[in-house]
């Protein structure tokens, strides 16, 4: 057997949030490692690398706040970077800080076990190696399991397939060839335009249709976002405490439903002209709370669908009619609608025309075979669990995750799970983490385990764990929230409604960033009520 490293905590995965949590361990003295099964940091951005690829939130909130001079030095060229762009600023934050000494790449965790006696994590890598630590932090991504459906004969295709969080490194050449997209989901939304200018031919495999925004994506001039940098500490302060964590969106003041429809016209131009998902998302106080306000929304979208897609049959395929507004992950559109008007580009709605099976030829649904040489799919992630239950944890009397979470994620705040002492979660379920600005989102929850970790080192704690009953409230609250919204209305991955099998719970907190961040402000000021600490003599 191999030898045990002995740390003072174990990170797992290098993106956004294992990062900045190796460097505020750092700074509150602990000796941690990163863990990172890919061959380089960045976690989504390292492996998303599909075409099209970009960041859906502007970059000017899209990015680390925890630094005044990498906020100020970095210098964004796209309002929405792309992938390879993002990847490069992650790769710049693990050189300035020097994060990368403490980081193993090419090393996925396959288990992670609590030893009661000695109240120690052993982190097991596929490898074999083994590491011995008081803290484990799993900032293991929320979109990182990615899911090929189980769909028959796809061993017997003879072309190429590829998922689009697993691209290869070299790209994809599509030219003089038919592709098939399985999925329209903002991956698929985002790579389909880009495709579709390659391909000899394109046939799209839509199950549900999707709401997408005009990205108005564009190079940033240099020095265009001076005007935010001299602002950032009063921006980003308004973002920290806003619902979905950005620094320039309001929430509107009325109902969608009290206005003129002149008035609501102009609002919902405006909105649509910003080019951000919030514009429409917040353009009325009420979007997201009620049904016909949603619609109103909705409508609007639709008629836009309308006006940019020549065929009014594929037009009112890709109009989404099923689920409000905003309750599945919306996307920017980059082109997207108006690529159903090129003559090299065909639409299967698999609803009436279901996937049967994959033959060697291609993808056949309804009875049709369409011919492929290429398969895509962008048919998305077991979300928020997936690389959770994927690691074999196990916490006090060897109880695995999988089974304590076998009905749906029970967290405390998101941040813990009762019965696994010491052991942290970053954006998981219980947080508000995908309904808001990742990055922003990610920042607040690095910092306050790094807080608890600190003062439990301070006060001779040896462990932190959150007790049943707080989970039970918190989990309970967390429906509540749900409840007012209209999210139970979709098939949404929020509540893992696209992974055959998985319990139908809304994972994450809608509540909101800010009143999230004062929640876990008070817990941690009321001495970590809802948690236990033990203290390092306990035995
Ligand atoms: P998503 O958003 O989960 O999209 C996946 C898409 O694939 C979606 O349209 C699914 O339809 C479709 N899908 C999944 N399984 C199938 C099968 N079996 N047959 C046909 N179609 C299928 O993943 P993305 O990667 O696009 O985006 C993930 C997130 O990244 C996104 O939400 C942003 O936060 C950024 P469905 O809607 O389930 O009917």
Redesign the pocket.
Known sequence: MSEMTPVDAVIVGAGFAGMYMLHTLRGAGLNAVVLEAGDGVGGTWYW?RYPGARV?IECHDYSYSFSEDLQQEWEWTERYPAQPEILRYLDHVADRFDLRRDIRLNTRVAAAHYDETADRWTVRTERGDRYRATWCVMATGC?SSS?V?A?DGLESFAGDWHH??HWPAGGVDFSGKRVAV????????QAIPIIAEQADRLTV????A?FAVPALNRELVPGELAGIKERYPELREHARYSGIGLALARVGETSALEVTAEERRKVLTAAWESGTLAGLLLSFNDVTTDLAANDVVADFIRDRIHETVDDPETAELLCPRDYPFGT??A?LDTGYYATYNRENVHLVD?RTNP?ERIGPGGVVAGGTEHEADVIVF????D?MTGSLTAIDVRGRNGRTLRDKWSAGPITYLGLQSAGFPNLFLVAAPGSPS?LTNMVMSIEQQVEWIARCVGHARDRGVATVEATERAEQDWVRHVNEVSATRLYSAA???YLG??VPGKPRVFMPYAGGLGRYRERCDAVAAADYEGFVLTAASHR
């Open positions: 998303n859906d979109l899911q459906p769909i689009t969080a399985i999925g329209t989901g903002s991956s698929g939304v495999f839509q199950r549900t999707t599945k992950r996307c698999v996937i962008a048919t998305g992630f979300a995908v098939n949404s991955w409604a696209n």
